[in-house]
Nanobody
Framework: QVQLVESGGGLVQPGGSLRLSCVAS???????????MGWYRQAPGKQRELVAG???????NYAGSVKGRFTITRDNPKNTVYLQMNLLKPEDTAVYYC?????????WGQGTQVTVSS
């Protein structure tokens, strides 16, 4: 079994920055680099949506609402995927989840709350 633990969420003012981290542990061994990864978010009353994704080769994709403000990166030796969030807006407020996937296997973290408010 693989466990994912997110951290880095919190309360930030509009225009501020946060960096989320997601660390994988358990039966991941040396296969972390084989997983496709993504950050998702879910705001109250809304569906969960993909925010950013990163492939095994490092190619990235972003939701239009965060493009140019958020950056997803991965550090395979550390079994970690990051989401750097800049120029945060109140509409970015949500619970943020990381997900890793390899073939039919996918794993989710428990989520970390991000609140953007003055």
């Amino acid at each position: 079994q693989v466990q994912l633990v997110e951290s880095g969420g919190g309360l930030v003012q509009p225009g501020g920055s946060l960096r989320l981290s997601c660390v994988a542990s358990g039966s991941i061994f040396s296969t972390f680099g084989l997983y496709v990864m993504g950050w998702y978010r879910q705001a109250p009353g809304k569906q969960r949506e993909l925010v950013a994704g990163i492939s095994t080769s490092g190619s990235t994709n972003y939701a239009g609402s965060v493009k140019g403000r958020f950056t997803i990166t991965r550090d395979n030796p550390k079994n970690t995927v990051y989401l750097q969030m800049n120029l945060l807006k109140p509409e970015d407020t949500a619970v943020y989840y990381c997900k890793i996937a390899l073939a039919a296997r996918e794993y989710w973290g428990q989520g970390t709350q991000v609140t953007v408010s003055s």
